[in-house]
């Protein structure tokens, strides 16, 4: 099967020419399994704390600690792509992009495990989570609050996690089939003269399908759980997104395109679609879009 853009990426990277190109999946899935065994060791210390008699209320920050600390790392190895493109451009040429392109893929590999954690009931591991109170509060999933209409509320966030889930995991495959995998990798960030334009029908009601993928996936995971943690937890993810897009990658947008850029901003969102444009949404998951 061709894959858009595999060819013009490998070129730019001589360590991933032929058959080596299978070391980006198997990089990708080991950074993802590492920043997802870290997340998941800040969720296992509350119980570790209280097991040792440590009952400090400072334990129900352990979780969302973990969080911001792998978001934190993730957006901060991105914008190495970003920050020091005209440095590395000074100093190796051709060869920029391929310095810094596995820092990139390092950064990406850490923001997708955080929207797949939002999935991860990690309260049921002990029973502390539920009955120690105030871990209990940001643990306990808000349907139970509604004991009356709890099967409902339930089966309701079920179809409403899957759903997304579902829309996010259609997004990033359609994203990789419609701009390719070197665009998807900022190849053009480094080879901006080699860069096409594009004009395909989804830029003109959101300005960034990619990214808004992971956020509904995210979103996901938060509507399955429903609970505090989840909530907190995408309400972040979605917060470092927005600094990535409006203090990064549109800086250079706008210092680049200009005020035509501002317009654009200010006529498409960045994430969610307008209800008015869903057709078109829906069009370009199911590829009758152009």
């Known amino acids: 099967m061709k894959i858009k853009g595999l060819h013009e990426f490998q070129e730019k990277v001589s360590f991933f ?6 070391l980006v999946p198997i990089y990708f899935i ?4 590492i920043s997802f065994l870290i997340q998941f060791s800040f969720d296992l210390l509350p119980i570790i704390f209280f097991e040792n008699g440590i009952k400090n209320e400072i334990i129900i920050l352990f979780p969302i600690l973990g969080i911001v600390l792998m978001g934190c790392c993730g957006l901060f190895l991105v914008y190495q792509m970003w920050s020091r493109k005209d440095r590395l451009k000074a100093k190796y040429g051709q060869l920029a992009y391929q310095k810094i392109i596995l820092i990139g893929l390092t950064g990406l590999s850490v923001i997708i495990s955080i929207s797949i954690h939002n999935w991860i009931p990690f309260y049921r591991l002990n029973s502390i989570y539920l009955s120690y109170y105030p871990l209990s509060l940001f643990s306990t999933p808000l349907p139970l609050y509604f004991t009356s209409m709890y099967s409902l509320f339930s089966i309701f966030q079920l179809i409403l996690g899957i759903f997304f889930l579902v829309i996010g995991i259609l997004m990033t495959l359609r994203a990789v089939s ?13 080879f901006p003269e ?42 972040f993810y979605y917060f470092l997104f927005n600094i990535h897009i409006h203090f990064v990658e ?12 501002k317009d654009y901003q200010k006529r498409v969102p960045a994430i969610f679609i307008r209800p008015k444009n869903w057709k078109i949404f829906f069009k370009y998951l199911l590829g009758k879009t152009h």
Request: overall charge neutral; proline content about 1%; aromatic content about 16%.
């Open 194 to 235: 080699e860069s096409k334009l594009q004009d395909h029908e989804i830029y003109s009601v959101l300005r960034h399908p990619a990214y808004a993928s992971l956020v509904l996936i995210c979103m996901g995971g938060m509507l399955f759980q429903m609970t505090l943690y989840s909530i907190i937890n995408f309400i």
């Open 30 to 33: 080991s950074i993802f399994t």
């Open 17 to 22: 020419t032929g058959k080596k190109i299978l």
């Open 250 to 261: 549109e800086k250079e947008l706008i210092n680049r395109f200009g005020n035509s850029y």
């Open 178 to 190: 419609t701009f390719g995998i070197d665009y998807m990798a900022l190849v053009y960030l480094y």
